[in-house]
């Protein structure tokens, strides 16, 4: 069984950039989640797909935006970067979409903003 | 009041002792609830889902209470290697869905 791989696993970018973080789900996964990790914080929902369409989304602006392929692998876009969005971002996969199912998560991209 | 809200910590227990993490939360529609341990810069890991009737994997307990809202997780017989930080997490049928606690760290003390 494959696990939830992410891609890279460290960024550094400055002020006003974009960004695109990848995630491969854990075979058999259909449903990905993204979440914002900020030191010493819990993680923060940013969104969720499932079959290629968002599926909830938390309190984030509109330029964090997301991807879903037929594959279940996701992306995860951030526009006009700030400080603010230095974090751990976290991606977990789980199975269709339902509450009832636990997160299974990568081990993160580390974004660096400066 | 916080959407999820998790006993502040450190807690520093020593081997052996029995450790015992609440965790409140608001939305009375929640529908289903975790706990997750996360080590220093890894990625959280499931410990357990929490069910209504409770339930027990070893020395993990974990109890669910709808009337009052809130969940537990009891640890007992406490071995080094349960220091981690202690995330609740609360799944709940609208847009915002899954809900982490800011979590609470453990350190067990030798």
């Known amino acids: 069984e494959t696990g939830v791989t992410q891609s890279p696993t460290h960024l550094i970018k400055t002020r006003g950039q974009q960004v695109t973080l990848r995630c491969s789900s854990q075979s058999g996964h259909n449903t990905v989640s993204w979440y914002q990790q900020a030191l010493g914080q819990g993680p923060q929902f940013i969104f969720q797909y499932y079959r290629e369409e968002e599926n909830g989304r938390g309190n984030f602006p509109p330029r964090f935006s997301g991807l879903q392929f037929p594959n279940y692998s996701s992306e995860l876009n951030v526009n006009a970067l700030e400080l603010d969005d230095s974090a751990l971002y976290l991606c977990?996969?789980?199975?269709?979409?339902?509450?009832?199912?636990?997160?299974?998560f990568g081990d993160g991209t580390r974004l660096s903003i400066l | 009041r916080k959407e999820v809200e998790q006993d502040p910590g450190p807690f520093n227990v020593p081997e052996g002792a029995t450790v015992a993490f609440n965790c409140t939360y608001s939305?009375?529609?929640?529908?289903?609830f975790f706990w997750y341990r996360q080590d220093c810069r890894k990625e959280p890991k499931l410990l357990m889902s929490v069910y209504s009737s409770g339930n027990e994997d070893g020395r993990f307990t974990a109890q669910l209470n709808r009337a009052s809202q809130y969940i537990s997780l009891l640890i007992r017989d406490s071995k080094l290697s349960d220091s981690a930080t202690y995330l609740c997490?609360?799944?709940?049928?609208?847009?915002?869905?899954?809900?982490f606690g800011k979590g609470t760290r453990l350190h067990i003390l030798p």
């Open positions: 939305n009375s529609a929640s529908q289903s």
């Open positions: 977990a996969s789980s199975l269709d979409g339902l509450p009832d199912q636990p997160q299974h």
């Open positions: 997490v609360v799944n709940q049928n609208r847009d915002d869905k899954i809900i």
